[in-house]
Each structure stands twice: as structure tokens, then as C-alpha cells.
């Protein structure tokens, strides 16, 4: 079974701020995919990247990074000068190959809730 | 274009109303899904439609009766609800590439109120 752990239930920070947002991942498979969503007060889920787990390299895209750490089983989200824009809950999540052939869903992390204040 | 869009955007229903949740994506995706997602928590896989078949029902009551009338669409037909049913119900789509796992993108969700 898959699970993940998103322990920073809310972080608020100050506009501007560098923050970064824990994900640990626990699965016994070895070929597995790591995805990060953002969802607006909305409710729609963004996707923002992916990741499988022969690629630890680190990635940046604009004020947003990932590390990606298999030794820790880890894939941590940072973002850069924060903006009031950047508000909202961040879900990591996990997928695994799905051996009866099929899409399968995605295990979610509880969720960070991050503010950013003005 | 990666849309996925659901209708209605809002819905309120008693407990013995009928209705149905829609949900369409043109994206050529072959793999569609129905999350259901309860306030301050994640969401939680409801169904998995691969290549217009169910594949997977994560052991949902019947009263929730999901269909996939063909590949870019996706209904979830709604009877005889619980005021706990009461959610956000996200639908989303992704390329099926016979179980190795790719991207999900969603759409904005259907916001569900059960009197």
C-alpha cells in the first residue's frame, strides 16, 4: 500500500518569504510517479509537476523548485518570494504501476494550506 | 488544451431526487475518474473508467451509479443521497497507458449539497 504525508497542516508566511512544503512517500515499489497539485479556494485541482522515480533530478520553473530525494523518500516544494497569489492548499500525491493493467487513482497527501499575507 | 470541464457547478438535492453530475474532457484521454473530496481533507478515488469500462469502484454504494457513454464523457448519477454525501465531486482525466500511471487533470468540480 502507498501512503503519503504531508505533515505542515497550514503555514503562513509573509509575502515575499521563501517557503518550502514537505512530502514523504512510503511505497515498496520501484517504479513509481510523484505529482504536485495546487487548489485554489475554487476547488479545481491544478497540476503542477511530475515526477517518476528514476529521475531525481531537481527541477525549477519559475519561483516554484522540487527536490526530489529518494534516499529520504522525499519531494519537497519550495517557492520563492512568495506572492498572496501562491495562497492556497498543496497536495502531493503518488501513483504506482497498476499490475491489473489500468489507470489507477492517485494517493493523496492530506494537504499543506499555505497563506501568504500581504 | 487541457480541460476537463463538469456540470453543474453547484447542486442542491434532497434525499429522494434523482440527478446526475456531468463531466467532459477533449483532450483524447482514455482514462476518467470521479474523486469525491470532503471539506479540509483530500480527495478520495470514488471510480476508474478505462477505455469507456469500469475498471475500478472503490467499494462505493449504490446509490452513487456512475456511466461513460463514450470516451469524452463521464456522468455520475446521483439517487436516494445522505446529507453526508454532501462534497465537492471532482472528475478528472489522463492518458491510459495499460497501468503505467500519467498525469490527472481535473476539472473544477461539482459542489453537492444533500438536504
Known amino acids: 500500500a502507498q501512503k503519503v504525508t504531508q505533515a505542515q497542516t497550514e503555514i503562513s508566511v509573509v509575502e515575499k518569504e521563501d517557503v518550502t512544503l514537505d512530502c514523504v512517500y512510503e511505497?515498496?515499489?520501484?517504479?513509481?510517479?510523484l505529482f504536485w497539485y495546487k487548489q485554489p479556494p475554487s476547488g479545481e485541482l491544478v497540476f503542477l509537476i511530475r515526477?517518476?522515480?528514476?529521475?531525481?533530478q531537481n527541477e525549477i520553473s519559475g519561483r516554484y523548485s522540487w527536490n526530489f530525494q529518494k534516499s529520504t523518500s522525499s519531494f519537497n516544494f519550495t517557492i520563492t518570494a512568495s506572492q498572496v497569489v501562491d495562497s492556497a492548499v498543496y497536495f502531493c500525491a503518488l501513483s504506482v504501476i497498476n499490475s491489473g493493467g489500468g489507470a489507477d487513482g492517485l494517493t493523496f497527501g492530506k494537504g499543506t494550506h499555505l497563506i501568504i499575507q500581504p | 488544451d487541457t480541460e476537463v470541464t463538469q456540470t453543474p457547478k453547484h447542486l442542491v438535492m434532497g434525499m429522494t431526487n434523482k440527478k446526475s453530475l456531468k463531466c467532459e474532457q477533449h483532450m483524447g484521454h482514455r482514462a476518467m475518474y470521479w474523486y469525491k473530496q470532503k471539506a479540509k481533507k483530500p480527495p478520495e478515488l470514488m471510480f476508474v473508467?478505462?477505455?469507456?469500462?469500469?475498471?475500478i469502484n472503490e467499494s462505493v454504494p449504490s446509490r452513487f451509479s456512475p456511466e461513460c457513454p463514450n470516451s469524452s464523457l463521464l456522468n455520475l448519477h446521483l439517487h436516494a443521497l445522505q446529507p453526508e454525501d454532501s462534497a465537492l465531486y471532482l472528475c478528472?482525466?489522463?492518458?491510459?497507458?495499460?497501468?503505467?500511471?500519467?498525469?490527472?487533470?481535473f476539472g473544477p468540480g461539482t459542489r453537492l449539497t444533500v438536504l
Open positions: 478528472a482525466s489522463s492518458q491510459d497507458l495499460g497501468g503505467l500511471p500519467d498525469t490527472q487533470y
Open positions: 515526477r517518476n522515480s528514476f529521475d531525481e
Open positions: 473508467y478505462s477505455y469507456e469500462k469500469l475498471s
Open positions: 511505497t515498496r515499489d520501484t517504479t513509481y510517479y
